[in-house]
């Protein structure tokens, strides 16, 4: 089982709707927890990231941990067409030097004009 | 600043060959990553360095080498290639515990 599992999608959402993407984790020492989007045939460029429990909002994207269901999501509300790409979800566990993150396989998110 | 620069872009190799991908940032970041991507796979990392002088194997190390030349550079090799190591290869760094940059990727194919 991998430890950080998104569904591969594609979720299709209409232009303006909220567009609701979820991962789940296993290792309960991990502590933050990031989001990723990546484009097609681009590299994966950071959104947010959430360490504490509940919401955390910038702009347009919220994102919300629940420590005790290893549960995180991402919201974009009034998605828009540019934001059709797979969205990465990841977990880092503090307890090495350095920052490793465990990444899920993403979910494509397809926003329809 | 370029950040984090991959070469090459692209490359096709043979069964057996090997080849170096090489990374380079000038963000002056201490720590440095290589990973590869999947289909269906995700990103899985390779080998990652903390700072430099160091080295440690991630997730799916067998088959790579990896040196950090110096603080700005982190090389990975492979010296037998094999078509299972078709994929695609990012470079990333990291300074702060939040976040990690990454290159543009590099298209390998192996026949």
């Known amino acids: 089982q991998k430890e950080v599992e998104q569904n591969s999608g594609p979720l299709s959402v209409p232009e303006g709707a909220i567009a609701s993407l979820n991962c789940t984790y296993s290792d309960r020492g991990s502590q933050s927890f990031f989001w990723y989007r990546q484009y097609s045939g681009k590299s994966p460029e950071l959104i947010m990231f959430?360490?504490?429990?509940g919401d955390k909002e910038d702009g347009r994207f919220t994102a919300q941990l629940n420590k005790a269901s290893q549960y995180v999501s991402l919201l974009i509300r009034d998605s828009q067409p540019s934001d059709s790409a797979t969205y990465l979800c990841a977990a880092q566990n503090y307890g090495g030097a350095t920052n490793k993150l465990i990444f899920g396989t993403g979910t494509l998110l397809a926003v329809q004009p | 600043n370029a950040g984090v620069t991959q070469t090459p872009k692209f490359q096709v190799l043979k069964t057996g060959q090997s080849m170096t991908l090489q990374c380079a940032q000038d963000m002056n970041h201490n720590s440095m990553y290589w990973y590869r991507q999947d289909p269906g796979m995700g990103l899985r990392l390779i080998y990652y360095s903390a700072s430099e002088g160091t080295t440690d194997k991630g997730e799916v190390p067998n088959g790579y080498n990896v040196s950090r030349l110096n603080k700005r550079e982190f090389s990975l090799r492979l010296e037998s290639a094999a078509p299972s190591q078709t994929s695609v290869y990012f470079c990333?760094?990291?300074?702060?515990?939040?976040?990690?940059?990454f290159g543009p990727g590099t298209r390998l194919t192996v026949l």
């Open positions: 990333a760094s990291s300074e702060s515990e939040v976040t990690q940059y």
């Open positions: 959430i360490y504490s429990n």
